[in-house]
């Protein structure tokens, strides 16, 4: 059964987070928490040209800051990013790779402009998501996946052209790298002009398209443009897409997390109390601190 789409959703409106991040917010779990759990949120970054770094100026992005009760996936697609936190993580990621953290029971963390890039500069585009937890695993340890593009299993499609590389989850019986708590899929797809795709998922899973570049017709009638977010119902295991020219997309679905979403500022957490309780432990340390770096 075909899922019925809910909305299509776009905005203008650009912030920047730090000074190495020019990002459009998608989505957030204050507006569509029901909707595309276990997804929280979606930043999109680019593209942007940054210049050269000057001489003597700091590497751009953004410094020491926490997190606790979720995980953040950044996707590069061009440019690069690099990542370092209070539980030893960290890594360089470049075009194709991507960065899985898992903040849970609390750290901080930086990311900047990896700095090969940020002394040439260059086009920089990523997209950064955040994941929720279960409460059960709200206070697991956290961890770090650096997926490198030769690890992500990619799949060629027949027909005019393509391409599906499986981040999370699972497509045509090939598993993507990312360790995941609870099940969900995370698709990057290339599509040639014309190229028919069913995205198959679960009954009751959520699901959304992000148009990144291109456009595509749902098999219900919408058309999806660059930049612009299709949500579809959790009814339905289906969603079919034909390509109107070369496009590429984010393919987004997972089992939801029936719990109660309370965030605020880094935190997301399931009450209020948790909320307080996350930012004493910062304010306290707990949540480990970072060494001087050169950047």
């Not at 019925?4 to 203008?12: D, E, P």
């Not at 539980?87 to 750290?107: E, F, K, R, Y």
Request: hydrophobic share 35%; no cysteine.
């Amino acid at each position: 059964m075909k899922k019925k789409t809910l909305s299509i959703r776009s905005t203008r409106q650009q912030h920047w987070v730090g000074d190495g991040f020019p990002v459009r917010t998608m989505f957030s779990y204050n507006e569509l928490g029901r909707e595309l759990s276990p997804f929280l949120m979606m930043d999109y970054a680019g593209p942007t040209e940054f210049p050269p770094k000057a001489a003597g100026a700091d590497t751009r992005g953004v410094g020491e800051h926490p997190h606790r009760g979720f995980e953040t996936v950044t996707i590069v697609y061009s440019g690069e990013v690099e990542h370092r936190d209070s539980a030893g993580g960290g890594g360089l990621i470049g075009p194709g790779d991507v960065q899985w953290m898992t903040a849970a029971s609390g750290l901080v963390h930086e990311e900047k402009h990896g700095r090969a890039f940020a002394e040439k500069g260059g086009a920089f585009e990523m997209i950064q998501l955040w994941v929720n937890l279960p409460a059960k695993d709200k206070k697991h340890a956290p961890r770090y996946q650096g997926l490198l593009s030769a690890e992500i299993p990619q799949i060629a499609l027949s027909g005019p052209g393509g391409s599906v590389r499986v981040i999370a989850g699972e497509y045509a019986g090939r598993r993507g790298p990312a360790q995941t708590f609870t099940p969900m899929h995370v698709w990057d797809v290339q599509l040639a002009r014309g190229q028919r795709l069913e995205l198959p998922t679960t009954e009751g899973y959520t699901a959304s398209v992000f148009v990144q570049r291109g456009s595509v017709r749902i098999e219900d009638g919408e058309t999806v443009g660059a930049a612009e977010l299709a949500v579809f119902d959790r009814q339905g295991d289906i969603v079919i897409i034909e390509a109107e020219e070369e496009t590429r997309l984010l393919f987004l679905s997972g089992e939801p997390i029936n719990e109660p979403i309370v965030g605020y500022g880094p935190f997301v957490m399931n009450t209020p109390e948790e909320i307080r309780q996350a930012f004493l432990d910062y304010q306290a340390g707990r949540m480990g601190h970072l060494s001087p770096a050169a950047h």
